[in-house]
């Protein structure tokens, strides 16, 4: 009988842009306040890049944090997956893009897009190739410029959005060691028409039409991606605890998207998770889609809310729609 290997994350990098826009800010630009967006989102302050700095960037950037925790010769990286829905441009791919920029010779890779679940994607697909055997170091990185589609003058979607990345090493576990235990993972396509951002793409190539009727920037409903998101999160999360046997009470520490704080704490409700288990950080930087499962692990690193074999729960629902959840034993 062959031996089942199993994945485990043994580094994690993030990073954040250093230019900050608060709310205070945003009451300058649209018709909102403070109290309105820390009531109905829970966001005070979010990173923007500057002009020129892509998703790429940031993923660099992420990775290079990452070393600095655990260095390794990159070199011996053997696949790149980089979720993200802000791809420096059409193609090349963000994963070509970083790995040209780190100098990685002999490698392969790839991007997934799956809006704010791409992180997770992205992490249950590096987890699958070092499941298999073929692989022994895979970077999984969640990157976003989120601002590069935001129009500011759009008060209902310039306050969510901020852009950050994140990067996770994944390698072959120890025996007995549980590392990554479980995902699952699920896309429905009707929910498309609620955001989505029409312009660019082989439908509406990018023209002053397309420009003049601001179809290069999200198109949100809100209420809709709420409601889904509410119910959604709080199924994938039941479904995947259910599945292994577990209760909201045996995780240690949960991790949920952060794109709206209530989305986070109705589910932690639902799950019987006291709020001390449950990681926020959307008050500082806000969603930042891809990056925001690997930011809210370092935070929960930095708050001591993560240590070595704690059992953690991920989920995340986004655009498309995507939701998923993961379960892994945390090995760093
Ligand atoms: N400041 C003040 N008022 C605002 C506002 C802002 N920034 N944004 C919207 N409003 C207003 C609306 O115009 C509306 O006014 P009206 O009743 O006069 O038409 C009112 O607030 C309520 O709008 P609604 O869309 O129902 O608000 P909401 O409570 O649902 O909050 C979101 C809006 C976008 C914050 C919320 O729907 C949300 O978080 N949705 C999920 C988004 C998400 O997660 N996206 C990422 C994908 S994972």
């Known amino acids: 009988m062959t031996k089942s290997i199993r994945a485990k994350i043994t580094a994690l990098g993030t990073y954040v842009p250093p230019r900050v826009l608060t709310n205070a800010d945003l009451e300058k630009m649209v018709d909102t306040t403070n109290e ?81 679940s791409g992180f997770l994607f992205a992490l249950n697909t590096g987890v699958k190739f070092v499941e298999s055997g073929q692989y022994k170091k895979v970077l999984v990185i969640g990157s976003d410029v989120n601002s590069s589609m935001t129009d500011f003058t759009d008060r209902a979607v310039c306050i969510i959005f901020g852009d950050g990345a994140g990067a996770v090493l994944l390698e072959p576990a120890e025996d007995g060691e549980d590392g990554v235990i479980d995902h699952v993972a699920q896309i429905e396509g009707m929910g498309g028409q609620y955001l989505y951002m029409p312009g660019g793409g082989s439908l509406n190539p990018a023209s002053h039409e397309t420009v003049e009727q601001k179809m290069h920037y999200i198109h949100q409903d809100g209420r809709n991606v709420f409601k889904y998101a509410v119910k959604k999160m709080a199924e994938m999360t039941e479904r995947i605890l259910e599945k292994n046997k577990l209760t909201g009470k045996d995780v240690d520490c949960f991790i949920a998207h952060q794109a709206n704080l209530r989305i986070i704490t109705a589910t932690a409700d639902r799950l019987g998770m006291p709020m001390e288990k449950v990681i926020i950080n ?51």
């Open 36 to 116: 309105w967006i820390m009531e109905r989102v829970g966001i005070r302050e979010r990173h923007l890049v500057d002009k020129g700095v892509a998703a790429s960037d940031l993923a660099v950037e992420a990775v290079k944090n990452l070393l600095a925790s655990h260095p390794f010769d990159l070199q011996q990286v053997d696949l790149i997956v980089v979720g993200t829905v802000t791809p420096d441009m059409m193609y090349p791919s963000t994963a070509c893009l970083v790995q040209h920029k780190l100098g990685i010779v002999n490698t392969w890779g790839f991007d997934v897009s799956a809006g704010c």
């Open 282 to 332: 959307i008050d500082r930087y806000g969603n930042t889609t891809a990056g925001t499962i690997p930011i809210a692990m370092r935070t929960a690193i930095e708050e001591g809310k993560l240590k070595k074999g704690d059992l953690v729960l991920l989920a995340a629902v986004g655009a498309g729609f995507t939701s998923g959840a993961t379960l892994l034993r945390w090995a760093l």
